[in-house]
């Protein structure tokens, strides 16, 4: 036998035994299933994790209280029929959360579905899920629909155009409060601000606590969902805009020229604005600090920074 001959059967035995190898697992994995239980399954999946992905599934679910907290009025779809029916009938999904490691037809469906309407999954344990279902047959999903619809881009700049206006656009960089995000669209309707931009990811979105924060405000304001904050900064800028964000360490806002196309970046509180998003903007502004505190609550900081761009708007 020729050395090729011998290197083609050592590769045909290598193939033959990777194939016998992914069979066998396979049947180990339906007997676990079978015998163990789903529980005692996943249990034993989590064992064998990789510590990179034990990582991701421990981030995956950091789900706070006011998640697990029904608000009042908030729409929640459990079950996985009803959420497969809720993304295929147009409702605006919001929050999804689903059992981690669930591979089921229905699970990769749902998958499928929220990728493709750009809905945010966090991936959680069991024990977290029963936490945040309300009816407790939840079958691995819960999808927590938006209290009002998502507008797009263009809305806020026809909203400037209708009214003569150079667009003014208020983006907040991970605002995880309900509370501080219906504020700010309150102030960003009553200063005439025509939009709110809020990240997709590691942010709160429309729900019934943000709708009765708002005042009302939510019916006149519209408010975008976009993918990556620092992405949509770069788009803008194409459009012709100019970005101002807040940061205690910036320039006096008194002394920038916010006027024209300006779109204001705000801040989580204690984080601030991330380092990569306050790289893309053009200013920095700071708002004076005349007592002994030196921090403002992030709704309370955009309402002094809007009304400064307001000033200046209306002085130029």
Request: charged share 30%; glycine share 8%; with cysteine.
């Amino acid at each position: 036998m020729s050395k090729q001959e011998q290197n083609n059967g050592y590769i045909k035995k290598g193939v033959r035994g990777r194939r016998e190898e992914e069979r066998m697992a396979y049947k180990a994995e339906r007997y676990a299933r079978r015998h163990e239980g789903q529980e005692a399954y996943e249990g034993r999946r989590e064992r064998k994790a990789e510590p990179e992905e034990k990582t991701r599934r421990a981030a995956a679910d950091r789900v706070t209280d006011a998640e697990v907290t029904p608000s009042e009025n908030e729409t929640r779809i459990e079950g996985r029929n009803a959420v497969i029916e809720a993304f295929r009938s147009g409702r605006t999904v919001d929050r999804l959360y689903m059992l981690d490691g669930s591979q089921e037809g229905a699970m990769m469906t749902i998958r499928r579905e929220a990728k493709k309407h750009g809905t945010a999954v966090k991936y959680v344990t069991r024990q977290r899920l029963d936490q945040i279902s309300e009816t407790g047959a939840h079958q691995g999903v819960v999808a927590i629909l938006a209290a009002y619809h998502y507008a797009e881009m263009d809305d806020l700049f026809e909203k400037a155009r209708e009214k003569g206006e150079e667009p003014f656009f208020i983006l907040l960089d991970n605002i995880e409060d309900p509370h501080n995000l219906g504020a700010i669209i309150r102030t960003a309707n009553v200063c005439g601000a025509h939009g709110v931009i809020i990240p997709r990811d590691r942010a709160v979105g429309l729900t019934a606590t943000v709708a009765k924060a708002s005042a009302g405000a939510l019916n006149f304001t519209p408010v975008v969902k976009v993918t990556n904050i620092g992405r949509t900064i770069e788009e803008l800028k194409e459009r012709g805009m100019w970005f101002v964000c807040a940061d205690m360490d910036g320039t006096p806002m008194t002394k920038l020229n916010m006027t024209g196309s300006i779109g204001l970046v705000i801040g989580a509180e204690g984080d601030g604005v991330s380092r990569l998003v306050r790289e893309k903007c053009d200013m920095v502004a700071s708002i004076p600090m005349k007592g002994e505190v030196n921090s403002l609550n992030a709704s309370v900081a955009a309402g002094v920074l809007c009304y400064e761009i307001v000033r200046q708007r209306d002085l130029a």
